[in-house]
């Protein structure tokens, strides 16, 4: 299996542009996660699917951020618009949660947004 | 919500000598606890997890970790630390709904 595989792995945009990330989870999980990784912030969660359906959204900051999920093996992760203080790595995770107990997640490799 | 801290941002280290990386948790029904390991510009991998049963619990590569409910704490722990654990270990804490919660990372740089 190749793995959580996430594009682009880097990504230099000018302020007020859109950013899209994108994510393709392991086939057969079926949860899905974005994080965001800053020196300041650490590791924060943003959002979570569960068989395609967002099931937690608290940690999206703003409304300029939004995430789908359109089928099992495709997420995006959107920017829109874009701000300097968005530019950390983006992580997407995936894993096949069965109940309990919870299972691991799989991390991809990340997208490093520079906002300039 | 549950939720972790980790107490080092930073644990500098020789080869061969023993360490530690703190992590205690808070969360008010049952846990299951894990530690990731991240290294440089990679995405984070895990390291070991408690679901439940023994307390302590090992990983292939020589770390272990023992929940401590009373005290609650997971603390990870290696006897004898290699130039290649360097890297940077989040604790992470999860519960019945499968939200995860991490710590704010401890970076583990090993020296010769």
């Known amino acids: 299996d190749a793995g959580v595989i996430q594009s682009p792995r880097h990504e230099v945009t000018e302020m007020g542009q859109e950013v899209t990330l994108r994510c393709k989870p392991i086939s057969g999980h079926n949860s899905l996660f974005w994080y965001r990784q800053t020196m300041m912030r650490g590791l924060e969660l943003l959002i979570y699917f569960n068989n395609n359906v967002p099931i937690d959204d608290s940690g999206m900051p703003e409304d300029r951020f939004s995430a789908k999920m359109p089928n099992a093996s495709f997420s995006t992760l959107k920017i829109q618009p874009s701000e300097p203080r968005d530019s950390a790595v983006y992580f997407c995770?995936?894993?096949?949660?069965?109940?309990?107990?919870?299972?691991?997640?799989?991390f991809g490799p990340g997208t490093r947004l520079t906002v300039l | 919500a549950q939720s972790v801290t980790q107490l080092d941002s930073q644990v500098p280290v020789f080869e061969e000598a023993p360490v530690e990386l703190r992590c205690n948790y808070s969360s008010s029904v049952s846990v299951y606890l894990f530690w990731y390991v991240q290294y440089p510009n990679q995405g984070l991998q895990l390291l070991l997890k408690y679901l439940s049963g023994s307390t302590l619990v090992e990983s292939i590569n020589g770390f272990e970790a023992e929940f401590n409910k009373s005290q609650t704490s997971f603390h990870l722990r290696k006897p004898s630390v290699h130039i290649s654990d360097t890297a940077e270990y989040f604790c992470?804490?999860?519960?019945?709904?499968?939200?995860?919660?991490f710590g704010a990372g401890t970076r583990l740089t090993v020296k010769p």
């Open positions: 992470a804490v999860s519960n019945f709904n499968n939200d995860m919660r």
């Open positions: 995770a995936s894993s096949l949660a069965t109940g309990l107990p919870p299972s691991e997640q799989f």
